[in-house]
C-alpha cells in the first residue's frame, strides 16, 4: 500500500455516513479486498502519520479542547481520530493546530460541559489502531492469536522503509486564539 492509497482510504473514512463502528467495518472491507502484508502496510502508514502529531503545540490544543485531561493514551487516541479526518485536515492542523476550531466534530463540543460528550463524540479514535490487526488476524487465518505475526511484519516493513530526517522541524504557528475561545476554560472537568 502506498501513501496515495492510504490517503485515499482515509479521505473516504472521513465522510462516509454512519457511525465510528460502521466506518470501521467499510475499511476492514477495503482492507480484506487486498493481501495480509496491505493490512500491515496501512497499519505502518496510520502508525508514521500519528508520530508526525506528536508536537508540543498540538499538545497543548488537544489539552485545550478537552479541558486539560488529555493523558498520553488519549493524544494517541487523538491522532488516530485525525489522520481519520482525511488528508486535507491532517495537514491543516499540522500545520496550524488552531485549524482545529474549522473541525465540525470540533466545534460541536464547543460550549459543552465534557461530561456531556458522548464517547463517540470525543476527538478520539482508539478502535482506528486494531483495525488492520483484526484484518490480518482474519486474511491468514489466525483470528485472535495473531498479535506476534502481526508485529513481526510490521517491524520488518518499518526497518524497510528509509528513516525520518530527525533534525527537519516542522514550521508551525504558535498559539490556538481561535481554539481558546471556543474553549476557554483551562480544566473543566
Do not use: N
Amino acid at each position: 500500500m502506498d501513501d496515495e492509497t492510504f490517503w485515499a482510504l482515509m479521505d473516504e473514512l472521513s465522510c462516509r455516513p454512519g457511525s465510528r463502528d460502521e466506518r470501521l467495518e467499510w475499511l476492514r472491507g477495503e482492507l480484506r479486498r487486498g493481501p495480509a502484508a496491505g493490512a500491515v502496510e496501512f497499519q505502518a502508514r496510520l502508525e508514521a502519520a500519528c508520530a508526525v502529531v506528536a508536537t508540543g503545540a498540538l499538545w497543548r490544543a488537544v489539552r485545550r479542547i478537552e479541558g486539560g485531561l488529555c493523558s498520553d493514551d488519549g493524544f494517541d487516541y487523538f491522532a488516530l481520530w485525525l489522520v481519520a479526518q482525511g488528508q486535507r485536515t491532517y495537514r491543516a492542523v499540522l500545520a496550524d493546530p488552531d485549524a482545529l476550531a474549522d473541525v465540525a466534530e470540533v466545534l460541536a463540543l464547543a460550549g459543552r460541559h465534557l461530561r456531556e460528550w458522548h464517547d463517540d463524540e470525543w476527538p478520539e479514535w482508539e478502535e482506528l489502531g486494531y483495525v488492520a490487526q483484526e484484518v490480518f488476524g482474519e486474511l491468514t487465518g489466525q483470528d485472535d492469536d495473531c498479535s506476534e505475526a502481526f508485529h513481526e511484519a510490521l517491524d520488518a516493513v518499518e526497518e524497510a522503509w528509509p528513516k525520518p530526517d530527525d533534525t527537519a522541524e516542522a514550521t508551525v504557528r504558535a498559539g490556538t486564539p481561535r481554539l481558546d475561545a471556543l474553549f476557554p476554560g483551562e480544566a473543566r472537568s
